[in-house]
């Protein structure tokens, strides 16, 4: 079992910056790889980023590459997202989820999930 606590949320203009953090515990962290996917009102849960178990390689959805980055500190089981250069449309609950080994950009092959943190922007 992996606990997983989604923070960093808030509401921010156009063009700032946040970084959400996402702390497990339960588990050997370092054997899960990690994702981030986001979900509007309204819409479905989209894959955002991902990154292996030893944070060697990281994977992003089109809409978010040159702006948000993933990272991972094992020695904290915390997995990062920072998000610069915010636009309105990046609006939703940002969840982190953790998968065994493997990662994935489909949010039916993780098993555990974050509570979700709150990000609004404003234009």
């Known amino acids: 079992q992996v606990q997983l606590v989604d923070s960093g949320g808030g509401l921010v203009q156009a063009g700032d910056s946040l970084r959400l953090s996402c702390a497990a515990s339960g588990r050997t962290f370092s054997n899960y790889a990690m994702g981030w996917f986001r979900q509007a009102p309204g819409k479905e849960r989209e894959f955002v980023a991902r990154?292996?178990?030893?944070?060697?390689?990281?994977y992003y959805a089109d809409f978010v590459k040159g702006r948000f980055s993933i990272s991972r500190d094992n020695a904290k089981n915390t997995v990062y997202l920072q998000m610069n250069s915010l636009k309105p449309e990046d609006t939703a609950v940002y969840y982190c989820a953790a998968r065994y080994y493997s990662g994935s950009q489909f949010s039916a092959d993780y098993r555990y999930w974050g509570q979700g943190t709150q990000v609004t922007v404003s234009s």
């Open positions: 990154i292996t178990g030893s944070g060697g390689r990281t």
